[in-house]
């Protein structure tokens, strides 16, 4: 039962262009989301977080929209640079601290 | 402060035989959780432990897995008899509270069944 869903397993984009990073979800008792960024032979890594009660979360180049009607959420990365080439994941709870993880996107930045 | 520590880093075991798994929280941490990542998927959760007391663990197959937080002393993950199947990576996250948004992640413990 797949609660968190990350449809694109990869993305390629230019050095300096913006990456979109988008995940789905069908529980909608979440009401926390997070994203990570992991490196090989690494765990992973937090990024950004949205509350349920917000529709968009700014950190420097990172930036996260919450649709909560359409149960989906957005990682927006401006300028993406090489260091950001990594796997994604989005990950939602329902605040009992247990954490449901999509099955990542793959990103690549390319000079 | 250091991060969350698990070892081994990598761990090989024959089919039949025991796992160990230890992760030892971030000081002042006092909430375990494990997760599982088999290959080309996402983390997927175990169980989720204070000290001394396993509060969730759903997440944990049936038969042949366990875990503790004892009061001194790392998280053990076990895992005894182990099959091919259970060859992954084995994240352990830890935080000051009941909620996830403090976790942080060990580098994990890839184990490999041969």
């Known amino acids: 039962d797949q609660q968190v869903k990350q449809n694109s397993p990869s993305l390629s984009v230019q050095e300096g262009r913006i990456s979109i990073l988008n995940c789905d979800y069908t529980?909608?008792?979440?009401?926390?989301f997070l994203w990570y960024k992991k490196y090989p032979a690494e765990g992973p890594t937090f990024l950004i977080s949205?509350?349920?009660?917000?529709d968009k979360n700014e950190d420097g180049r990172f930036t996260v929209f919450l649709n909560k009607s359409a149960k989906h959420l957005s990682l927006h990365i401006v300028p993406s640079q090489p260091g950001d080439s990594a796997v994604y994941f989005c990950?939602?709870?329902?605040?009992?601290?247990?954490?449901?993880f999509g099955a990542g996107t793959q990103v690549v930045v390319t000079p | 402060n250091a991060g969350v520590m698990q070892n081994p880093r990598h761990l090989v075991r024959r089919r039949g035989q025991e796992a160990r798994l230890r992760c030892s929280p971030m000081?002042?941490?006092?909430?375990v959780y494990w997760y599982r990542q088999l290959p080309e998927e996402g983390l997927k959760f175990m169980v989720y432990?204070?000290?001394?007391?396993?509060?969730?663990e759903s997440g944990m197959p049936k038969e042949r897995f366990s875990a503790e937080f004892p009061k001194e002393g790392p998280s053990i993950l076990r895992i005894q008899q182990v099959v091919r199947g259970d060859s992954a990576a084995y994240f352990c996250?830890?935080?000051?509270?009941?909620?996830?948004?403090?976790?942080?992640f060990g580098q994990g413990t890839r184990l490999t069944v041969v």
């Open positions: 996250a830890s935080s000051p509270q009941r909620t996830a948004a403090e976790a942080f």
């Open positions: 529980n909608s008792m979440f009401d926390y």
């Open positions: 949205i509350s349920s009660i917000k």
């Open positions: 990950a939602a709870t329902d605040s009992w601290g247990k954490l449901q």
């Open positions: 000081k002042g941490h006092s909430h």
């Open positions: 432990l204070q000290k001394e007391n396993i509060i969730d």
